[in-house]
């Protein structure tokens, strides 16, 4: 049962362009979301979050858009740098539930 | 500031043993989360211990057990190993148990042969 999808596998920019990595979900139910960033060999990162309550959230050059009809959320790097490579992990919660769901991730690779 | 710490980094263990893998949260936090990642996929949730009580459980066989100590660092145990539990486990830690960051530390990768 994937509640949380990230459909793209892998993602391949060019330094100093935007990218854009997508996250479905499918249980109505989440109410706080989360992007974690993944080095080989390392624990996932905490990068941002973002409550039900707002569809925006800004930190630096990450942002996070939230469509709750859609039930979609995307995160946004401008401009994106080659360090910036890594898996990219998504992940809802909702308060009642003391656990997060994970997508399967996206592969970043950004070329200077 | 130490991080979340795991230990051990790695692990190789033979079918039908049991396993303890020990995770010590930042300094402050309350609530320890295990997650279980294999290739390919994104983390799934085991356990959450909140205060040295069970929050949360995930869907994985009694075989896996957890508990936390009242310095809030935490134990999962899992017994009678199988192939299928070699995979990475991670440990998070938050400040409380709702919703909020969870801070992962660099996992215990376990090997079962």
């Not at chain 2, 211990?49 to 134990?75: C, I, T, V």
């Not at chain 2, 995979?87 to 969870?102: D, V």
Request: glycine share 8%.
């Amino acid at each position: 049962d994937q509640q949380v999808k990230q459909n793209s596998p892998s993602l391949s920019v060019q330094e100093g362009r935007i990218s854009i990595l997508n996250c479905d979900y499918t249980n109505s139910m989440f109410d706080y979301f989360l992007w974690y960033k993944k080095y080989p060999a390392e624990g996932p990162t905490f990068l941002i979050s973002i409550s039900s309550i707002k569809d925006k959230n800004e930190d630096g050059r990450f942002t996070v858009f939230l469509n709750k009809s859609a039930k979609h959320l995307s995160l946004h790097i401008v401009p994106s740098q080659p360090g910036d490579s890594a898996v990219y992990f998504c992940a809802a919660s909702d308060y009642n539930n003391n656990d997060m769901r994970f997508g399967a991730g996206t592969r970043l690779t950004v070329k200077p | 500031d130490a991080g979340v710490t795991q230990s051990p980094t790695h692990l190789i263990k033979t079918r039908g043993q049991h396993v303890t893998l020990r995770c010590s949260p930042i300094s402050g936090h309350k609530s320890v989360s295990w997650y279980q990642q294999v290739l390919g996929q994104g983390p799934q949730f085991i356990f959450q211990y909140y205060e040295k009580e069970e929050r949360g459980r995930g869907n994985f066989p009694d075989r896996f057990s957890a508990r936390q100590f009242p310095n809030y660092s935490s134990e999962l145990n899992v017994n009678a190993l199988l192939l299928g539990d070699s995979a990475l486990y991670l440990c998070a830690s938050s400040f409380w148990a709702g919703n909020t960051e969870a801070f992962f530390g660099q996992g215990t990768r376990l090997t079962v042969v």
